[in-house]
């Protein structure tokens, strides 16, 4: 079956610092990736998305790359803010209009320090 | 931006009892969505809604579950017989088109269900 696995978190970092959120993936087919973030007391937004190996995602100065060699889909920002502090969540979904269900990974809550 | 309203924030029931989540989908979407994430664990998709029928469900949702539409606007999940593993924060998601085709899905901020 279809699986996601993040770094565990939390993950604390000053402001300004680089980060990075790995993420890989196993699945059956070909799937689409995702990165969903939530804020503090809201619902999870869609921050990224690659439908196909070797796009990159980006959004907000997030980027994400599509490896299908190595199954991964990192997130990274090269200078991150206070804002940025919130839970990011990788997922996947069967490409070609397979299975309605996005597989998640838990989560890694990202805590940006001034 | 539109949102997705649920309620109640959080709910706490006694095991055995029955349930109702409720949610207020963004008004022009056609397909609706309930997830769910146990503390510390995996967000797990637990069905999909589309046109007053299910389109799919999990594993997760068995008999214990249903989902209505009971009006133009509402979108709830019922728990008939609450067990203690079925503690979880509950969020509920529609979208314009299926999500199959990667479409964007526009999340509420959940109800967190606690059962005794």
């Known amino acids: 079956g279809n699986s996601v696995t993040q770094m565990e978190g939390p993950v604390t970092l000053s402001e300004e610092a680089f980060l990075t959120i790995n993420c890989t993936y196993t699945?059956?087919?070909?799937?689409?990736l995702f990165w969903y973030v939530q804020y503090p007391g809201e619902g999870l937004q869609l921050l990224l998305k690659a439908t196909k190996a070797d796009d990159k995602g980006s959004n907000k100065g997030f980027e994400a790359t599509y490896r299908k060699e190595t199954t991964s889909f990192h997130l990274e920002k090269g200078s991150v803010q206070v804002s940025d502090s919130a839970v990011y969540f990788c997922?996947?979904?069967?490409?070609?209009?397979?299975?309605?269900?996005?597989?998640f990974g838990k989560g890694t809550h990202l805590i940006i320090q001034p | 931006e539109p949102e997705v309203t649920q309620t109640p924030s959080h709910q706490v029931t006694q095991m055995g009892q029955e349930v109702i989540l409720r949610c207020v989908p963004i008004?022009?979407?056609?397909?609706f969505y309930w997830y769910r994430q146990i503390l510390g664990q995996k967000v797990e998709f637990l069905v999909s809604?589309?046109?007053?029928?299910?389109?799919?469900k999990s594993e997760i949702f068995d008999d214990q579950f249903s989902v209505e539409r009971p009006d133009g606007s509402n979108f709830t999940l019922k728990i008939r017989s609450t067990k203690l593993e079925d503690s979880a924060m509950y969020f509920c998601?529609?979208?314009?088109?299926?999500?199959?085709?990667?479409?964007?899905?526009?999340f509420g901020s959940g109800t967190q269900l606690s059962v005794l």
């Open positions: 998601a529609s979208s314009e088109k299926r999500q199959a085709l990667n479409e964007k899905l526009f």
């Open positions: 008004s022009n979407h056609l397909y």
């Open positions: 997922a996947l979904s069967e490409r070609g209009g397979g299975a309605d269900g996005l597989t």
């Open positions: 699945a059956t087919g070909y799937p689409s």
């Open positions: 809604f589309y046109n007053n029928e299910i389109s799919e």
